[in-house]
Nanobody, 127 residues
Framework: VQLQASGGGLVQAGGSLRLSCTASGRTFSRYGMGWFRQAPGKERDIVAAISWYGDRTYYVDSVKGRFYIDRDNAKNTVHLQMNSLKPDDTGVYYC?????????????????????WGQGTQVTVSS
């Protein structure tokens, strides 16, 4: 399995970015997807997740109402639309694929739920 993330960059506070992650190697539509963020000197933490079917999403409190995750199973792609960006959103963003096919529970938060990771894309928000 390979996950290719793209879309990061440098943006001023208040701006927007749209991250994309394209997967290959196993049936994309069977697996939930997540986006994680790792700020300098900090742990890699969940930002947003979406179920395999796309009917359920999860957001960490700090991004609710600003970030939106969606997926296009026909294109094996998951996106993270990031609006009203803040300097605290700075970090390397990683997409990840859930290791549990057709998972319908609510445990999307931990890194241990994901077995494949993209290479990361840097997001820098200047004040």
């Amino acid at each position: 399995v390979q996950l290719q993330a793209s879309g990061g960059g440098l943006v001023q506070a208040g701006g927007s970015l749209r991250l994309s992650c394209t997967a290959s190697g196993r049936t994309f539509s069977r697996y939930g997807m997540g986006w994680f963020r790792q700020a300098p000197g900090k742990e890699r933490d969940i930002v947003a997740a979406i179920s395999w079917y796309g009917d359920r999403t999860y957001y960490v409190d700090s991004v609710k109402g600003r970030f939106y995750i969606d997926r296009d199973n026909a294109k094996n792609t998951v996106h993270l639309q990031m609006n009203s960006l803040k300097p605290d959103d700075t970090g390397v963003y990683y997409c990840a694929q859930d290791k549990r096919p057709y998972y319908s529970g609510t445990d999307y938060l931990g890194r241990n739920s994901y077995d494949y990771w993209g290479q990361g894309t840097q997001v820098t928000v200047s004040s």
